[in-house]
């Protein structure tokens, strides 16, 4: 079993930053690649950033590419989304989720674990 907390997430404006966290309890952490996805209200859970079991291999969706950075420190169990020039439409609630069983990273299938999600709300 594995226990994921979010948090860092809040109210900014257009253009600001934030970073997210995710920290792991329970299961080896550092085993299994791990992603970010978000829902905004009314749409569907969408894949943002996912991040290999060694931090060697990142993945981005098309819209965050080039403003947010995934990244892991497998000695505190934890792994970060670096969201920087943040627009409106990056409003969401942002979820982590460890990916436990094969399959490609930019879908939800092969995640297990999610979170409970934290809040990213961006004003224009």
């Known amino acids: 079993q594995v226990q994921l907390v979010e948090s860092g997430g809040g109210l900014v404006q257009a253009g600001g930053s934030l970073r997210l966290s995710c920290a792991a309890s329970?299961?080896?952490?550092?085993?299994?690649?791990m992603g970010w996805f978000r829902q905004a209200p009314g749409k569907e859970r969408a894949f943002v950033a996912a991040i290999s079991w060694s931090g060697d291999t990142t993945y981005y969706a098309n819209s965050v590419k080039g403003r947010f950075t995934i990244s892991r420190d497998n000695a505190k169990n934890t792994v970060y989304l670096q969201m920087n020039s943040l627009k409106p439409e990056d409003t969401a609630v942002y979820f982590c989720?460890?990916?436990?069983?094969?399959?490609?990273?930019?879908?939800?299938?092969?995640?297990?674990?999610w979170g409970q999600g934290t809040q990213v709300t961006v004003s224009s």
């Open positions: 989720a460890v990916k436990y069983n094969t399959g490609s990273y930019y879908y939800s299938d092969p995640y297990a674990y």
């Open positions: 329970g299961r080896a952490f550092s085993s299994y690649g």
